[in-house]
């Protein structure tokens, strides 16, 4: 079973549909125990950074996060969480990967929304027969991570500049991107992230 951790910040029901349309059986859930027992873990995220650690906070999921030791995926919001700091609501974050978020560059269009391609630069279990394509898969957001080094870049999107789009430590991965709202390709890559957790 995979766990979809619920912290009233998550686009939740798009992601259980995008498994559901893979056949993989997953919860919506805030119980800790079921989250650190599943055989993975999707972090979805919408919303604000300021408001939703505060409801990790108050619901001791920071903590099961950080002691999460099967396949993790961080999306969007998500993946901004994993750092250590957003400038969004000036925010602590979870201090998983080493990094800070910052708002895009007033001189673009935000939030970047739409479809964008992504370009792998490092390996991932994740990208596995899309990695050659450079594809494209959906974005909306207004911050992007800015990780400490570049051993945890797996991909980056052109905007203006090149972000961040795609990171990963250990078993913790995330993507700026949606994979559930990005259409074949996306459902590729949450096939992998599947296979990864033995599914």
Same mark, same amino acid.
């Given at each position: 079973?995979?766990?979809?951790?619920?912290?009233?910040?998550?686009?939740?029901?798009?992601?259980?549909?995008? #498994?559901?349309?893979?056949?993989?059986?997953?919860?919506?859930?805030?119980?800790?125990?079921?989250? *650190?027992?599943?055989?993975?873990?999707?972090?979805?995220?919408?919303?604000? $950074?300021?408001? $939703?650690?505060?409801?990790?906070?108050?619901?001791?999921?920071?903590? $099961?996060?950080?002691?999460?030791?099967?396949?993790?995926?961080?999306?969007?919001?998500?993946?901004?969480?994993?750092?250590?700091?957003?400038?969004?609501?000036?925010?602590?974050? *979870?201090?998983?990967?080493?990094?800070?978020?910052?708002? *895009?560059?007033?001189?673009?269009?935000?939030?970047?929304?739409?479809?964008?391609?992504?370009? #792998?630069?490092?390996?991932?279990?994740?990208?596995?027969?899309?990695?050659?394509?450079?594809?494209?898969?959906?974005?909306?957001?207004?911050?992007?991570?800015?990780?400490?080094?570049?051993?945890?870049?797996?991909?980056?999107?052109?905007?203006?500049?090149?972000?961040?789009?795609?990171?990963?430590?250990?078993?913790? #991965?995330?993507?700026? #991107?949606?994979?559930?709202?990005?259409?074949?390709?996306?459902?590729?890559?949450?096939?992998?992230?599947?296979?990864?957790?033995?599914?």
């Amino acid at each position: 079973m995979i766990a979809i951790i619920d912290y009233k910040a998550g686009n939740v029901a798009s992601v259980k549909n995008a #498994f559901n349309r893979l056949g993989v059986e997953c919860l919506i859930t805030s119980d800790h125990e079921t989250i *650190l027992s599943a055989q993975g873990v999707i972090f979805p995220g919408q919303g604000r $950074a300021g408001t $939703a650690m505060k409801e990790l906070k108050r619901s001791g999921i920071d903590t $099961a996060i950080k002691n999460i030791t099967r396949p993790f995926l961080g999306i969007c919001l998500g993946m901004q969480l994993l750092a250590d700091f957003s400038q969004e609501d000036d925010t602590e974050c *979870l201090s998983i990967i080493k990094g800070k978020c910052q708002k *895009l560059p007033s001189v673009l269009k935000t939030p970047h929304l739409g479809w964008n391609k992504v370009e #792998f630069v490092g390996n991932s279990p994740l990208i596995e027969g899309i990695r050659a394509n450079s594809p494209y898969f959906y974005f909306v957001h207004s911050y992007y991570f800015s990780p400490l080094n570049n051993d945890c870049l797996v991909g980056k999107t052109p905007y203006g500049f090149d972000f961040a789009s795609m990171v990963q430590k250990d078993n913790f #991965f995330a993507t700026q #991107f949606h994979p559930e709202k990005s259409g074949k390709i996306g459902e590729t890559l949450l096939s992998n992230f599947c296979k990864l957790c033995g599914r």
